[in-house]
């Protein structure tokens, strides 16, 4: 069945509403600060097939629109009116869950005894076990440390709670009460959603609201395709780094090549890092995946605002990510923070995306998403409670006609920060400090957003924080077309007694009493030479607070006199000083040592290599040689790689004799499937 373009757009707009009403419903009925604020959940309405043809344009999680609901409706196909699965268990999922924190429900929705549609809701339940508050430790090594698996269960069956599964559900959280009203405000949302589809049967018919949903996902194909037309059909390849594995200073390198033809463009991540032994794996299932997307998608919706958001957006998309890889990993690998690499993914396509047409990119935001959870003792339970303080972002990257935006990034979810008040009623901290982090900003003549500043004091003893997610401490956001790298993350503790420690990558941080903690986000990268950037807009800038005098003068060649204006005679002359040509991409000097070090194609046939042994031997002869290469990687944030290693060129001639050594001794046919 074919829709005039008025009635599509009339259905189009009843779809949406009803998957925002969900949405709506369950922000206002959710009992943690990860619903109500920081809106870590999200809803929409599936096909039969399991492929969303409603999703919220305005509220929630913004990147799950290809999410595949199928593996779990096959898992449970005895559905009857009624009933609701949940799951959390990213394997059994394929992918569907990403993390044990992330509760999955689904409902059939029934018209005359059939069911019409999949209604489906996510959250992240602020505790689901395991062995850290909140259920996320970057050194987990297996999922089984990660807290509660659930498998696809009926949470609901013909209408009533199964409560042997709650019981479960609620000794195996350290929130039970909390994380049981997020379950119903879950239930309640799928409620909402079946009687929206009721009202659009009764209004349209059948026959139409089964047509539409095909036709919905047609239509946002074609347009998204449209929009990828603008990229030059060709070959591009990038890659880019986690500053490490958090169980080993190594870096790890996620890479990907691009193909582009009339609009459909390919994603082959063959090269990336194999799988590792903690938990930044992103379970991908073998599919094409939406976070092996999250970029083509936001350059999609940027170039055409008003595509009806379905999973039709993905249909000119074709990622794929080699079995065993980081970005696919094999069971029961640890996955808590695979947003950490899920962002990295996005800069990485970011830069193939520069590559293929920089007058249409941006240079990458500040690259990291953290949720800054604390954990204190409740006193009324005897327990403990969990929220987050903050899910502190990057600023955004700086653009080929206007700045970054300052202290915000949706690269990878919209999350909306939690006001200072209701952090501070909810917990037993103080917010000292929330804003915007001075000379963080990549320089260029259009400089990247500003990072953030956060600064909380814990006001009573055995407060835990974690800060999953943390990266930036070694490889700073790079610039484009000659701007500058942003400012790299930073972690400080100033005890109650003055001591003050400077720190990294976080996994459960005790504070006590009068502690204060510093945590300063990444600035965006910044686009185009800063000593071409206008320089009343230095001086507006340095005006508000976020850039100094200093860094003014030395970034952008701009001296401001006494009276705070331009000394147009003094900029001119530091604007005359001969400089090195900008290049397209200006990297920060660790990075130009490890590419120096490890050629893209030795290490293309070195990660080929791996994958012909075992996973366990795979990760440990990858240790073995990056260490031996490298002469053992300091961690991020002590001494540069350059001053580590010394000499590059005598580095890099082990890392070719360790591949040779490699290809000799692995068999013929491994010899034959490695090339």
Not at 560 to 580: C, Q, S, Y
Request: proline residues 6%.
């Amino acid at each position: 069945m074919s829709f005039d373009p008025i009635t599509l757009e009339i259905l189009s707009s009843k779809i949406a509403a009803s998957a925002e009403e969900m949405s709506f419903t369950l922000q206002r009925t959710g009992r943690t600060l990860f619903v109500k604020e920081t809106a870590d959940f999200q809803t929409g309405i599936a096909d039969l097939s399991g492929r969303f043809f409603a999703y919220p344009r305005e509220i929630g999680v913004s990147n799950y629109m290809g999410l595949d609901l199928s593996p779990v409706i096959r898992a449970v196909p005895d559905m009857e009116p009624g009933d609701v699965i949940i799951t959390n268990h990213p394997y059994i999922s394929e992918g569907l869950a990403t993390h044990l924190p992330d509760l999955h429900m689904v409902r059939p929705y029934f018209h005359d005894d059939k069911i019409v549609a999949y209604g489906w809701c996510f959250i992240h339940c602020s505790d689901v076990g395991g062995k850290v508050p909140s259920s996320i430790s970057p050194s987990n090594d297996s999922l089984y440390q990660e807290g509660l698996l659930i498998p696809p269960t009926k949470i609901v069956k013909a209408g009533k709670i199964n409560e042997e599964f709650m019981w479960s559900f609620r000794v195996n959280s350290r929130s039970p009460d909390e994380n049981t009203g997020d379950v119903k405000a879950m239930l309640a949302a799928l409620t909402t959603g079946q009687h929206r589809v009721r009202d659009l049967i009764a209004q349209h018919g059948i026959d139409d609201f089964m047509a539409v949903q095909e036709a919905l996902q047609d239509y946002s194909a074609r347009r998204a395709r449209e929009v990828l037309r603008r990229i030059p059909d060709g070959r591009y390849e990038f890659w880019d780094y986690l500053d490490d594995d958090y169980n080993s200073a190594l870096p790890v390198r996620i890479r990907v090549r691009m193909d582009v033809e009339d609009g459909i463009v390919s994603l082959d991540y063959a090269g990336t890092d194999p799988q590792v032994s903690s938990a930044y794996n992103v379970p991908t299932g073998n599919k094409e995946h939406p976070w092996l997307t999250l970029r083509l998608i936001s350059f999609v919706l940027t170039y055409d605002k008003t595509i009806p958001i379905n999973a039709g957006l993905y249909r000119p998309m074709h990622p794929k990510a080699p079995k065993g890889s980081i970005l696919n990993p094999e069971a029961p690998a640890a996955v808590g923070v695979r947003h950490a690499t899920a962002t990295r993914v996005t800069d990485t396509v970011t830069g193939v995306l520069t590559l293929a047409a920089p007058e249409l990119m941006k240079a990458p935001s500040g690259g990291v998403t953290v949720p800054v959870v604390l954990s204190e003792p409740d006193p009324e339970t005897g327990g403990r409670k969990t929220l987050v303080v903050e899910p502190m972002v990057g600023g955004s990257g700086g653009m080929a006609d206007k700045d970054g935006v300052d202290g915000r990034d949706s690269g990878l979810a919209n999350l909306g920060n939690n006001p200072a008040e209701s952090v501070e009623a909810s917990s037993r901290v103080r917010l000292l400090r929330y804003g915007l982090r001075v000379d963080s900003a990549g320089a260029g003549r259009h400089r990247g957003g500003c990072g953030q500043e956060l600064v909380f004091q814990a006001l009573t003893d055995d407060c835990q924080v974690l800060g999953r997610g943390m990266e930036r401490f070694r490889f700073a956001p790079w610039g484009i077309q000659g701007g500058r790298p942003g400012a790299l993350f930073e972690v400080h503790v100033t005890r109650a007694d003055g001591r003050t420690e400077t720190i990294g990558k976080i996994d459960v941080l005790v504070l006590n009493e009068g502690d204060i903690v510093t945590m300063l986000s990444p600035g965006g990268g910044g686009y185009g030479d800063p000593f071409t950037r206008d320089p009343a807009l230095v001086t507006l800038d340095v005006q508000r607070g976020l850039v100094t005098r200093g860094a003014a003068e030395a970034q952008y060649g701009v001296a401001i006199a006494d009276d705070g204006k331009v000394d147009a005679a003094a900029t001119a002359a530091l604007r005359a000083v001969e400089r090195p040509a900008p290049s397209q991409f200006e990297f920060c000097d660790d990075r130009r040592a490890w590419d120096a070090i490890f050629d893209d194609a030795l290490m293309c046939e070195f990660v080929t290599l791996l994958g012909t042994l075992p996973q366990a031997r795979r990760i440990e002869t990858r240790r073995k040689v990056l260490e031996t290469v490298t002469g053992g990687v300091p961690r991020a944030g002590s001494v540069g790689i350059l001053d580590s290693v010394g000499d590059l060129d005598a580095a890099r001639a082990r890392f070719k004799q360790a591949v040779s050594e490699l290809r000799a001794a692995l068999s013929p046919k491994a010899q034959e499937t490695a090339a």
